[in-house]
């Protein structure tokens, strides 16, 4: 049996993979999509999008693709340092959102709830054992 990590590693890079996959259509990656959710948020500000993503990329590629959807017209700034979607970034939101309804039935197919939930579970306890020592 392989470790714990080698699984975590190969299922993140398959994840994304996927997701890429199912969003291609969309005209928007798994990072891109994760920021348009993240930047719904009443009053989101740049910083807390770095915050909730900085486990899912670094900060130089999260602050790249926030200045690609600024560029393309799917975020704006209604204020210092805020963003929100724009009416276009809404639109393309929910099309993603859909594809990735797919993706999450795809990567589910197999699992019951209960398996997911559990592994979850012991995930977000591996991860704060070792955050806190």
């Known amino acids: 049996m392989k470790p714990i ?6 299922t993140d890079r398959a994840i994304t993979t996927a997701m890429n996959q199912a969003l291609t259509s969309a005209g928007i990656t798994r990072t891109g999509w994760q920021i348009l959710n993240v930047a719904g948020l009443a009053d989101c500000t740049t910083d807390h999008v770095l915050d909730v993503l900085a486990a899912n990329a670094d900060r130089y590629t999260l602050l790249g693709t926030i200045g690609d959807l600024l560029a ?16 276009s970034g809404e639109d393309l939101f929910a099309r993603a959102d859909a ?10 197919t197999g699992i019951s709830i209960e398996e997911y939930q559990t592994a979850v579970r012991v995930l977000e306890r591996m991860t704060a054992n070792l955050e806190t020592s």
């Open 99 to 108: 594809l990735i309804a797919g993706f999450r039935e795809r990567s589910l």
């Open 5 to 10: 990590g080698y699984w975590l590693n190969r």
């Open 72 to 87: 393309d017209g799917l975020l704006y700034r209604p204020g210092p340092n805020l963003l929100a979607r724009t009416p």
